[in-house]
C-alpha cells in the first residue's frame, strides 16, 4: 500500500465501512455454508424443546448450560491463536523472501549495468543480463500460483524474453532456477574480475534461497492433522453450544449462533487463508515494481543516458551542489520533515 492507502486504512469510519462491505467479504462467503448449518442446528434445537414442553415429543433435550463451554473456550481460544500465528508467520516469511528478492533485483541490475556494461563496455551483456533479472519474479510466480505452460509464456514475454527464449524458460523444470543459472553464465563470461564474480554470484545464490524459502512454505503447510483437529473440535463445539444457550435465550439463540459462528469460523478461515500466503499476496505488484525498477536502472546505465550522477550534478550548473551544508533543522524533527502545516500532526503521532 502507498501512503494514502495507509491513510484509509487507519480513517475512523473503518468499522462502518467495513460492516457496509461485509456481504462482498471473502471470509463471510467462505463461512456462510457453516453459519448456515450453526442457525439450522440452533433452529432444530428450540424447535424440539418448544415441542417437548408442549408434549409433542416424548422428550426434551439435554441442558448442557454454560459451564462446559465456558472450561472448554479457552482450549477453543489456543488452538484458533495457534492457528493464526502459526499461518501470519508464513505469510510474514513469505513478504520477507519477496522483499529480498525486491532488492536483490535492483542490485544485480544496478551490478550489471555498472561492471558488466560500463567498467567492461559490454552494454549487451548488460541489458541482456538485465533481461532475464526481470524474468526472475515472473518466473518464481508462475510456480507458486501454478500457472500453465501457455500463461508463464506470455508473462516472460512481457517481461522482456522473446517468445522463443520465453518457450525455452518456461518449459525448464524449474524456470525459476533455470534463469538464475543463465544469469550465471553470463557473468562467468563477462570478463569482470574475480571478485566482482563473487559479489553477483553471491548475490545470485541469495535469490535461489528465497526460491527454497518460498517452495517450502508452498510444499510444507501446518500438520494436516493439526488442521483436522481443529475442525473437528470447532464443528462439534458450535453443534453443541445451542444445547447450552437455548433456555437461557430461546428463540435469540439463532442471531446468537450466527454471530458466535461466524466469528470463530472466520478467524480459522483467515488463518487457514494465508497459511498458504502466495494467494493472497500482491505478487503481481511485486513483480511489476522489479521490472519498472530494471528499465529505469537500465536506462540510466546505458552510455550516454541520463544516469543518477549525471541528472543530480546537472541540476546544478554551478557546482554549488558539491559544497557540505549543514542541515537546516532547529525547530524539532516534526516541522523539518513534514511542514508547518504538518508538524502538529506529526508531533501527535509521535506521542501514540
Not at 442457525?39 to 422428550?59: M, R, S, Y
Not at 532475464?132 to 506470455?154: D, F, T
Request: glycine share 8%.
Amino acid at each position: 500500500m502507498d501512503h494514502d492507502s495507509w491513510g484509509v486504512h487507519r480513517r475512523g469510519d473503518r468499522y462502518a465501512r467495513h460492516m457496509l462491505t461485509i456481504a462482498s467479504s471473502g471470509i463471510a462467503r467462505a463461512t456462510l455454508p457453516v453459519v448456515a448449518f450453526g442457525c439450522l442446528d440452533a433452529t432444530v434445537v428450540v424447535l424440539w424443546q418448544e415441542l417437548a414442553d408442549l408434549g409433542v415429543l416424548p422428550f426434551s433435550l439435554p441442558n448442557f448450560g454454560d459451564s462446559p463451554f465456558a472450561l472448554s473456550g479457552f482450549v477453543l481460544s489456543l488452538l484458533l491463536v495457534f492457528r493464526t500465528d502459526s499461518g501470519y508467520a508464513r505469510y510474514s516469511e513469505a513478504i520477507k523472501a519477496w522483499e529480498t528478492l525486491l532488492g536483490l533485483c535492483r542490485d544485480l541490475t544496478r551490478q550489471s549495468m555498472l561492471f558488466v556494461g560500463k567498467e567492461m563496455g559490454d552494454e549487451k551483456r548488460a541489458v541482456e543480463c538485465a533481461r532475464l533479472v526481470k524474468a526472475l519474479p515472473a518466473s518464481l510466480l508462475g510456480m507458486l500460483r501454478g500457472w500453465n505452460l501457455e500463461r508463464l509464456r506470455q508473462v516472460l514475454v512481457q517481461a522482456g524474453l522473446t517468445p522463443a527464449e520465453a518457450e525455452v524458460v518456461s518449459r525448464a523444470d524449474h524456470p525459476a532456477q533455470f534463469v538464475v543459472e543463465a544469469l550465471c553464465e553470463l557473468i562467468l563470461d563477462s570478463g569482470v574480475d574475480k571478485q566482482t564474480k563473487l559479489l553477483l554470484e553471491g548475490n545470485l545464490t541469495v535469490v535461489s534461497e528465497q526460491f527454497a524459502a518460498c517452495e517450502r512454505i508452498l510444499k510444507t503447510p501446518v500438520p494436516i492433522f493439526y488442521s483436522h483437529h481443529i475442525s473437528r473440535f470447532v464443528t462439534i463445539w458450535l453443534a453443541l453450544l445451542p444445547l447450552g444457550l437455548y433456555r437461557t435465550l430461546g428463540w435469540e439463540v439463532i442471531p446468537a449462533m450466527a454471530v458466535i459462528v461466524f466469528t470463530l469460523v472466520g478467524i480459522d478461515e483467515i488463518g487457514l487463508t494465508i497459511e498458504e500466503p502466495f494467494g493472497v499476496l500482491p505478487l503481481e505488484t511485486i513483480t511489476t515494481t522489479i521490472w519498472r525498477n530494471v528499465d529505469n536502472s537500465v536506462a540510466r546505465g546505458l552510455r550516454g543516458g541520463p544516469s543518477a550522477l549525471k541528472q543530480i550534478q546537472t541540476a546544478d550548473p554551478d557546482g554549488a551542489s558539491t559544497a557540505y551544508r549543514a542541515s537546516d533543522c532547529t525547530e524539532g524533527l516534526a516541522k523539518c520533515f513534514a511542514g508547518e502545516d504538518d508538524a502538529s500532526q506529526t508531533a501527535r503521532a509521535l506521542e501514540l
